[in-house]
């Protein structure tokens, strides 16, 4: 399920830019969309999932135009949205939420339905848990009843919202590798602004700022962005002042400071390679040099 934006705009009222004029194209897979908070990810999300309509552009789904009432329609049939904050009902056990949700989505065969929640509390890991209310739940369980109803019609195309905010440590790792799972054969579109969430997950990715496309591509031409910008300072003197400091770890009786900078800041720098985290900063950097406000 590919996905087109073309010159896609949305501006909320009181004149908020939420989106300045997308073009991008998502291929078949697991891709990330990343950027910080007010970026416009939800923005549009919801415009792909055709809860809000955009101001102006294109959106093509699998060579469908979600403008159109045929095209909303086909796309609506194959698609499967984790929104930022599910609302799910507490006192409902995670089984019978799920046969809500499908009641809603239109699977009307009782046997059908069970079925299929059967399978899906199966991917999801949730079978022992099925029949607790979803009141004594953890986030990351919360989480994964919230992939098992966006799975319900079995989508070709999962669009998931921040879903790893919050998460403890064990429970991200777990969500993040089920989302890889899920992306075999068909479309999984992360929203994240943690980029270990896109390192761990994604071979490529759009980076949103402030409403526009900043970068999109392969995780590695985002790493080579940081190319021989990266130096590691060990000092017991001063932090270095020239670049940007992105982490500080004492060692012995110095600190090893990891550095961003375009040159070396400081005469005993060592050059470092860069990970992503490196290129998502200095492409950050670099544009706010260009587009400071
Ligand atoms: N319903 C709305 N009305 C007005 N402004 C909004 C609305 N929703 C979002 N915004 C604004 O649009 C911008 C993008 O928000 P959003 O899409 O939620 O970004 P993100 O999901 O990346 O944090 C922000 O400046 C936000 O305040
Ligand atoms: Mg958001």
Same mark, same amino acid.
């Given at each position: ?11 909320? =009222? ?13 291929? /078949?897979? %697991?891709?990330?969309l990343?950027? @910080?908070?007010?970026?416009? =990810? /939800?923005?549009?999300m ?9 101001? @102006?552009? #294109? ?12 095209? =909303?329609?086909?796309? !609506?049939?194959?698609?499967g949205y984790l929104p930022q ?7 409902? $056990? ?15 065969? &009782? +046997? ?28 990351? %369980?919360?989480q994964?009843?919230g992939i098992?109803?966006a799975? *319900? +019609?079995?989508?070709?195309?999962l669009v998931v919202d921040e879903p790893t905010?919050? *998460? ?7 969500f &993040?590798?089920?989302l890889?799972?899920l992306?075999?054969? &068909? +479309?999984v579109l992360l929203s994240t ?6 390192? !761990? $997950? ?33 000092? @017991?003197?001063?932090?270095? #002042? ?10 012995? #009786? ?17 050059? $470092? ?7 998502? *900063?200095?492409? %950050?950097? @670099?544009?706010?040099? #260009?587009?400071?406000?």
């Amino acid at each position: 399920m590919r996905i087109e934006l073309t010159d896609l705009t949305k501006t909320y =009222k009181g004149n908020v830019h939420a989106l300045r004029g997308l073009n991008l194209d998502i291929p /078949t897979g %697991m891709y990330g969309l990343l950027g @910080s908070n007010g970026a416009g =990810k /939800t923005t549009l999300m919801r415009i792909l999932v055709g809860l809000i309509k955009p101001t @102006s552009g #294109t959106v093509r789904i699998g060579g469908h135009d979600i403008a159109s009432g045929e095209g =909303k329609l086909a796309v !609506q049939r194959t698609l499967g949205y984790l929104p930022q904050n599910l609302g799910v009902y507490p006192d409902l $056990t995670a089984r019978r939420f799920l046969d809500y949700i499908a009641l809603l989505k239109g699977l009307d065969s &009782r +046997t059908e339905r069970r079925r299929r929640i059967n399978e899906l509390l199966e991917v999801v890991a949730l079978t022992e848990e099925a029949d607790r209310k979803l009141k004594g739940f953890s986030g990351g %369980m919360v989480q994964r009843v919230g992939i098992a109803q966006a799975l *319900l +019609t079995d989508p070709r195309l999962l669009v998931v919202d921040e879903p790893t905010t919050g *998460l403890d440590p064990e429970e991200r790792i777990r969500f &993040r590798n089920l989302l890889s799972q899920l992306a075999g054969d &068909r +479309t999984v579109l992360l929203s994240t602004h943690i980029v270990d969430d896109v390192a !761990q $997950t994604c071979r490529s990715l759009a980076v949103l700022a402030k409403g526009r496309l900043v970068f999109h591509g392969d995780v590695g031409a985002l790493v080579s962005r940081a190319a021989h910008q990266v130096w590691t300072v060990t000092t @017991s003197g001063p932090a270095p #002042t020239w670049g940007r400091v992105v982490s500080a770890l004492p060692e012995g #009786t110095g600190v090893r400071y990891r550095v961003i900078a375009a040159s070396p800041p400081d005469p005993t720098a060592r050059p $470092t390679d860069p990970g992503l985290e490196d290129g998502y *900063l200095a492409l %950050m950097e @670099s544009d706010r040099l #260009t587009h400071p406000v």
